[in-house]
């Protein structure tokens, strides 16, 4: 199905641990953004792109790095995971800019033990 | 800067009531305004959009939204619920020029029969 998949859909972690989020998108999207969701603080930007090869820093970017080497695709990366990263990450799409609205991906539950 | 605030987490109607869900924004320049809705273990979807031109919003669904730019107000409305809306609303507020969606923290509507 066209639209914004993320993988993987869940992820258990220790500590310290690394790994990276991949969103792929087949919509032709410019911007591309990355938030997390946790109880109660509704969804938060950690970084976002609007165009490939550039990258910008979001409200919660300690932490985390992104890489956007194609337009078609936006990587999280955790270098060293922590229990405070635990929470739902969205990657959501949007073809000229936010004010056209977002297509967002399924999600992805992360726990950090 | 941009922020928006939902009162009420938690929502609560019964079947066929009326649905009113309050989001108040803050932004210093001409808003674009969002409600997108998100249903267990799902993404986030567009239900409306407010840009420029008509400040009554109708959306998917039945739902519809009105711009008060004197109350810096973005309310989600449904006349009669229905079991099916209860799900998660978030209001969200762009176009300052921050290139990304800044989320109000959610309100959970429950729908009772």
């Known amino acids: 199905n066209a639209g914004v998949t993320q993988t993987p859909k869940f992820r258990v972690l220790k500590t310290g641990q690394s790994m990276t989020l991949l969103c792929a998108q087949d919509m032709n999207h410019e911007y591309m953004y990355w938030y997390r969701q946790d109880p109660g603080m509704g969804l938060r930007l950690i970084h976002y792109?609007?165009?490939?090869?550039?990258?910008a820093k979001g409200e919660v970017p300690d932490g985390y790095n992104v890489s956007r080497l194609k337009k078609q695709n936006f990587l999280l990366g955790l270098e060293s995971a922590a229990p405070s990263q635990t929470s739902v990450y969205f990657c959501?799409?949007?073809?000229?800019?936010?004010?056209?609205?977002?297509?967002f991906g399924s999600g992805t539950r992360l726990t950090v033990v | 800067a941009q922020s928006v605030t939902q009162l009420g987490s938690h929502v609560s109607v019964s079947e066929g009531a009326l649905v009113l869900l309050r989001c108040n924004y803050s932004s210093s320049v001409p808003p674009y305004l969002f409600w997108y809705v998100q249903y267990p273990n799902q993404g986030l979807q567009l239900l409306l959009k407010?840009?420029?031109?008509?400040?009554l919003v109708k959306g998917i669904n039945g739902f519809e939204a009105e711009f008060k730019k004197s109350e810096t107000s973005f309310h989600l409305t449904k006349p009669s619920a229905h079991m099916s809306d209860a799900a998660e609303y978030f209001c969200a507020v762009g176009g300052t020029g921050r290139r990304a969606l800044t989320f109000g923290s959610g309100t959970r509507l429950q729908v009772q029969p």
């Open positions: 792109s609007v165009g490939e090869g550039t990258t």
């Open positions: 407010y840009t420029t031109g008509a400040t």
């Open positions: 959501a799409g949007s073809r000229q800019g936010e004010v056209y609205g977002y297509t």
